[in-house]
Structure formats: structure tokens, C-alpha cells
């Protein structure tokens, strides 16, 4: 069968039964979901402790980014910090593309959509390239932990284009579904 724009394609499970995420892992990409806890004033959500053994390294640097509706922030990497990024408020989907020639799961892409609904706190480790896209209609948030300071004179940030020949995925709308901005 030919498939053409107006052919409808079935859409694959992203969730297993029971809420867990059905794609493939990155070596060191580890996920917290956040709970809120709500009351008739609002709500309170813990985004890291110690004591969760979440990870290791001591908190050296807090800071928060704001990306507008329809903003692609990509790509970035780090070589010797790890992220451990907290989202706040709005729908941002993240992509993580494994670039370390060691690692177990060298060259694995994962992509998922993460809102202040479905809040998590979420670990990216150094070598593994990532971006994130606000796809809601809202400015949306994140606040980040890395493990070590920024250095001002010898950032530990390497870019790459939004579209380019490394990482096999493209930001945008998501094909066979309708922008919803």
C-alpha cells in the first residue's frame, strides 16, 4: 500500500499499563516523576533532596530558564557536567541523543514530553546531547543543578545547529499530528 498524507497511520504506544515510558534508555538518563502536593491554596513541589539518592554530586549552582511557545533551544552537550533538570511550569519535549563512543547505548535517541502536569526531575548525564522545545502555548520553565559551576572563561558548552547531520531527529511537529499552537 502506497501511504500518502491522507493515508492514516497508526500511532505506537508511548506508555506501558502501568504509566512507564515505552522507549529505549540512555546509560545514565534517569528520571524522577515530581509529586505535587496540593491544597484548596495551591500547591508544593519538591524538586531535589539529598536524601532521594537521586545523585550524588553535592548542588554547587542553581538557575532557572524560561523558553517561549514555540522556541527550540538545541543543541547542547557538556563534557564534564552533568544536568539535573527539574520542569516547573509549561510542555517542553526534550531529546537526548547519546554521542559517548564508550557508552552501553551509544547512538540511542530518546524524545519525551515532559509539563508542569507531569512533572519530573531528570538527570542528563556529560557526552549525552540535548534540547528541548516549548510545544505548549505558554512560556515554559525549568530549573537546573548542574554539578559544576559555570566558568565564565572556559564554558563547559559545546552547540551544534538545530538541524544538522549528527543527531537524527528533527524538532517541530510531530509527523501525522496537527500543530496545536
Not at 8 to 15: D, E, F, G
Not at 137 to 155: C, G, Q, R, V
Request: aromatic fraction near 10%; hydrophobic fraction near 35%.
Amino acid at each position: 500500500m502506497k501511504i500518502t498524507s491522507d493515508t492514516p497511520v497508526q500511532r505506537a504506544s508511548t506508555a506501558t499499563p502501568d504509566g512507564q515510558w515505552k522507549t529505549p534508555e540512555i546509560a545514565g538518563l534517569t528520571f524522577r516523576r515530581l509529586t505535587p502536593l496540593e491544597d484548596e491554596r495551591g500547591d508544593l513541589t519538591e524538586l531535589v533532596r539529598m536524601d532521594w539518592g537521586f545523585h550524588p554530586a553535592a548542588i554547587v549552582q542553581i538557575y532557572r530558564v524560561t523558553i517561549r511557545p514555540g522556541v527550540i533551544k538545541a543543541w547542547n552537550l557538556h563534557k564534564l557536567q552533568d544536568d539535573r533538570i527539574a520542569i516547573t511550569d509549561g510542555t517542553l519535549r526534550w531529546a537526548f541523543y547519546d554521542a559517548r563512543p564508550d557508552s552501553p547505548t551509544h547512538g540511542t535517541l530518546v524524545v519525551r514530553t515532559i509539563s508542569d502536569r507531569n512533572r519530573h526531575l531528570f538527570v542528563i548525564p556529560a557526552g549525552v546531547w540535548h534540547g528541548a522545545e516549548n510545544v505548549g502555548n505558554n512560556d515554559a520553565s525549568f530549573i537546573n543543578f548542574p554539578t559544576t559551576l559555570y566558568n565564565h572563561e572556559s564554558p563547559d558548552r559545546y552547540c551544534l545547529p538545530v538541524k544538522n547531520t549528527l543527531i537524527p531527529f528533527a524538532f517541530g511537529p510531530s509527523p501525522g499530528l496537527p500543530v496545536s499552537r
